[in-house]
């Protein structure tokens, strides 16, 4: 059964540095999603794209953040500068149409 | 914008038993409500959904009831069994093909003792 998968499972970075999260979504989804999670929090929307674009983002995707696909087959969410409040779960998530289905998630850890 | 309240936050049942965990939502032009179970460590897995032209959905032991009027939804599991003891979120969205960002609750963890 396809299923979305994501690299690294986790990631630890010092406060001010740049981290990629990687996304390899299922192969005939056109929408791709990321979400993110504090630890015993609920699941929150960062952005949304479609055909090479943002179609939505939430406020916490601000100017540090951003998504790409590069070649086709990964996207990628870039967070630069990052804050001791990045420290989450972030999960990639896919769909065709209606139903998102979600990655295993990357813990990443802000030191 | 949209908001999702869940209820209730921990649900212990004895196995066999049924359990029921209820959302609401805010915004009547959300349509698409899906439900995930979400193990320790793992990403959200969706169980089960329902969209607003459907009152009741069943797959199994699981079933989704929606009341469009009252602006809730619930998830009933029946014949709880262990394996069941996950972390449930509902979520809800605005069902405009694949734009659709999804609002989760803040979900409902259930504990099924053998």
């Known amino acids: 059964e396809p299923e979305v998968t994501q690299t690294p499972s986790h990631q630890v970075t010092q406060m001010g540095q740049e981290v990629i999260l990687r996304c390899v979504p299922i192969?005939?989804?056109?929408?791709f999603y990321w979400y993110r999670q504090i630890l015993g929090q609920k699941v929150e929307f960062l952005v949304s794209f479609y055909n090479n674009e943002i179609s939505e983002k939430s406020e916490i995707f601000d100017d540090r953040f951003s998504v790409e696909r590069p070649d086709g087959s990964n996207f990628t969410l870039k967070i630069r500068s990052t804050k001791l409040e990045d420290s989450a779960m972030y999960f990639c998530?896919?769909?065709?149409?209606?139903?998102?289905?979600f990655g295993p998630g990357t813990r990443l850890t802000v030191t | 914008g949209e908001n999702v309240e869940q209820h209730p936050s921990t649900l212990s049942v004895q196995e066999g038993d049924s359990a029921v965990i209820k959302c609401t939502y805010s915004?009547?032009?959300?349509?698409?409500f899906p439900w995930y179970k979400q193990e320790l460590g793992k990403g959200p897995q969706l169980i089960i959904d329902?969209?607003?032209?459907?009152g009741e959905k069943k797959d199994q032991r699981i079933a989704v009831t929606l009341n469009k009027t009252a602006k809730h939804f619930s998830l009933h599991i029946t014949e709880t069994q262990p394996e069941d003891s996950a972390v449930y979120f509902c979520a809800a969205s605005k069902e405009n093909t694949g734009f659709q960002k999804l609002v989760f609750g803040t979900g409902t963890r259930l504990l099924v003792s053998p």
């Open positions: 329902i969209r607003s032209n459907v």
């Open positions: 192969s005939n989804h056109l929408y």
């Open positions: 998530a896919s769909t065709a149409s209606y139903e998102q289905y």
């Open positions: 915004d009547s032009a959300s349509n698409y």
